[in-house]
């Protein structure tokens, strides 16, 4: 598996001992319900962040991430049973956070998510907000008999005292609504948000400072991004999605981040897209 941005960094923009950025590959497909092909998510990130730019601009902002380093790292085992998979992503987003990086985790299906919040809110040991931009708002309390579901993913979290926000949401039933409003859920849905043309939604005054970002690309409109395994109409625009993300970061500290449910389908545009966002989120934290 190549590196992130692996054509245009340097020996040291890529030493892990300095880089500030860590890439975790998750090629997890366990409980996909619809359509499949996440677990070559990371890999099709890789491969098409070769041919990203080192410059990302952010509105007026000239930024370039890789200065900062981006240490890519081998994939997660992900054939174990899904506690021990989760155990072991855990660890990964943990070591990275003890060692003052940003854990950048490359999906794979969604329900990695817990995994990697649970080992940055273990590093850092005090709650976090959760920032998500998705098609679903995943707070099922199980899906077809499995707690780690692609579709319980939010649920779980929410038990463990993380505050969601969500953005771009459009497909969930009433016990996601019930859900919502026991976790005091902050929500923004997709309809709201494109028919207003929204690309900022301040977050709640408690809102936790510390933020983990976690973008499903199924938030996105499906003609924007179709290679996913749940594409849903009505979805959100590619700087839309940025915007809203970026400016829910601001006057707050983003301690990681996930980009997930990729399904590559052949198209390379839409793995591209996926790169694109990754690093576009990168910069959104410097």
Same mark, same amino acid.
């Given at each position: ?5 692996? %054509?245009? !960094? #340097? ?24 359509? =499949?092909?996440? &677990? ?11 041919e990203l730019e080192r410059i990302c ?32 992503? =855990? ?21 990695? #998510?817990?995994? &990697? ?21 995943d707070l099922r309390v199980a899906y ?7 579709? %319980? ?10 505050? !969601? ?24 849905? %997709? ?22 970002? =976690? ?17 849903v109409p009505g979805g959100l625009g ?9 400016? &829910? ?18 198209? =390379? ?18």
């Open positions: 598996m190549t590196d992130f941005l692996d %054509s245009e !960094l #340097s020996g040291a923009e890529r030493d892990p001992a300095k880089s500030r950025f860590t890439i975790i590959p998750v090629p997890l497909e366990r409980t996909v319900s619809y359509g =499949s092909g996440t &677990a070559g998510g990371p890999a099709a990130i890789l491969q098409a962040s070769n601009q952010i509105g007026e902002l000239v930024l370039e991430p890789c200065r900062f380093g981006i240490a890519t790292q081998q994939p997660v085992d992900c054939s174990a049973p899904m506690p021990q998979v989760m155990e072991a992503i =855990s660890k990964r987003t943990f070591d990275a956070v003890s060692n003052n990086k940003l854990p950048v985790v490359l999906g794979g299906e969604h329900s990695l #998510s817990y995994g &990697a919040v649970m080992g940055v809110q273990k590093a850092l040991g005090r709650p976090l907000g959760l920032v998500q931009i998705d098609a679903h708002a077809q008999g499995n707690r780690h579901s692609h579709a %319980s993913v939010m649920h779980l979290l929410a038990e463990e005292g993380v505050r !969601l926000a969500q953005f771009g949401v459009r497909a969930l039933c009433r016990a996601e609504m019930q859900s919502r409003r026991d976790n005091n859920v902050f929500h923004v849905d %997709s309809e709201t948000l494109v028919t207003g043309n929204i690309h900022q939604m301040d977050l709640p005054e408690d809102f936790p400072q510390d933020i983990y970002v =976690s973008f499903d690309v199924d938030g996105l409109d499906p003609s924007v991004m179709p290679a996913t395994g749940t594409p590619f700087y839309q999605a940025l915007h809203l993300v970026e400016h &829910a970061l601001q006057g707050r500290n983003c301690v990681g981040l996930d980009v997930v449910e990729l399904a590559p389908d052949g198209n =390379s545009a839409w793995d591209f897209t996926a790169a694109q966002i990754v690093y576009r989120l990168m910069a959104a934290t410097i």
